[in-house]
Structure formats: C-alpha cells, structure tokens
C-alpha cells in the first residue's frame, strides 16, 4: 500500500489525527475523514520504526473513525501516519501531519536484594532502551491492608536499585514494579513476597530517598 502512485482525481486524506500509545504493543489513531465521494476508499494507518512498517486499512465512512495497530514493539519510536487509499485508481494520498509515538515500556524484571526490619532493597533488571528513553523504574510494597509505600529510579543509575523504606518489621509485603516513560506506565510487573525482619535500629527517614540508620547495605 505504500508503494502506490497517486493520481489526478486524488481523493482528500485527513487534514489531521492523533496517535496515542496504548500500553507496549498498540497505536490507537483518532481522525476525521473529509467529505468527499467515499465510494472505493480506504483510510490507511501507518507505524514506522527503524526496521519495520505496520499498516492497518478500514473502509472511510464520513467523519469521526479510530483504529488501533497491534503487534508493535514495547518501548519503541514510531513515526505514525494516515492516508485515503482509493482501491479503483490504486491511488494514495497522505495525511500531511506526521506524529512519533513511543510505546509503553514492559512491566520491569526485579530482585528483592535484601531486606530489614524496616526496608527492602529492590533492583531493576536491564531493560533495552530504557537508558535512551529516560525510563523510570517504580517499586511498590503494600501489606496485607492494602498500605503502600514506594520508591523510584531512573535507568540510567547505574545499580538501577531503590530501597523501600518505613515498613513495619515482622510484616509480609507484596513487591511489584512499573517502568514510565514520562507518565506512561507499564502494567505491574508480578508481586514479589518479602516478610520483613524483627524491628532492628530506630530509623530517622522521612522519605524513601534517604537512608535508614538501620544497618543496611550503600547504594553506590
């Protein structure tokens, strides 16, 4: 489809739409078809990466339509585009505004790397792109009564770990993990179940960003 010629009688392409990441592997695209004759017509969305393309076509009704593409690649720049294909004439005419979308990262890899009375240390697997696109990796612990406390950091630190802290000792908490592009969010990744240890030094943190006085390992 994109290969096609166009022609004299041309028919008119959207003058505009809008292309919006659906989680790791979808586009959904929102326009809005010109009024014209749209016997024979085809609205045509388009998602280009650096290897691939991805096109999906559906019948162009007169005004508002949305389609999705599927199967695309998690965490990945796409160039999006929509145009009217006009099966009779073999013809294609494109929408002339262009839009790069990135998908939503995959839910993160983590490990619980220690943990204390009061904190846990979670770290983040590599992830592919995620230093290039500024990915912010999350942890979540919640207790049995649905409290959560958190903690984030980005890719590019290089022990890609955080520690969780203000828990209460003796408690079993779920662990799970997101990684955000801006405010893109993956799906949470699997719960990980840590009991904390007995209540060990009195801790002066205020935030999960400082350090516990309780004896626990240093971030580098």
């Not at 393309?53 to 160039?79: C, F, I, M, R």
């Amino acid at each position: 489809m994109s290969h096609l010629s166009f022609s004299p009688s041309k028919r008119l392409a959207p003058s505009s739409f809008t292309a919006t990441a659906l989680q790791n592997q979808s586009i959904r695209f929102a326009w809005e078809t010109p009024k014209q004759n749209l016997g024979g017509l085809k609205v045509v969305i388009k998602a280009r990466n650096n290897t691939d393309l991805h096109e999906w076509a559906t019948t162009a009704s007169q005004g508002a339509q949305t389609g999705v593409l599927d199967n695309l690649k998690p965490l990945t720049l796409y160039n999006t585009g929509v145009s009217i294909l006009n099966m009779a004439e073999h013809a294609e005419t494109n929408c002339s505004q262009a839009e790069k979308v990135v998908t939503f990262p995959t839910a993160p890899k983590i490990t619980i790397a220690d943990f204390g009375g009061n904190w846990i240390w979670v770290k983040f697997e590599p992830m592919e792109g995620a230093v290039d696109f500024d990915v912010e990796f999350n942890a979540k612990a919640t207790d049995g009564n649905g409290i959560p406390r958190d903690c984030s950091v980005k890719a590019s630190n290089q022990e890609a770990g955080c520690y969780i802290e203000q828990l209460e000792p003796l408690t079993n908490y779920a662990i799970t993990a997101t990684a955000c592009v801006d405010t893109n969010c993956s799906l949470e990744s699997s719960a990980e179940h840590v009991t904390t240890l007995d209540k060990g030094p009195a801790s002066d943190t205020t935030t999960s960003t400082i350090v516990s006085t309780e004896n626990k390992p240093t971030l580098e």
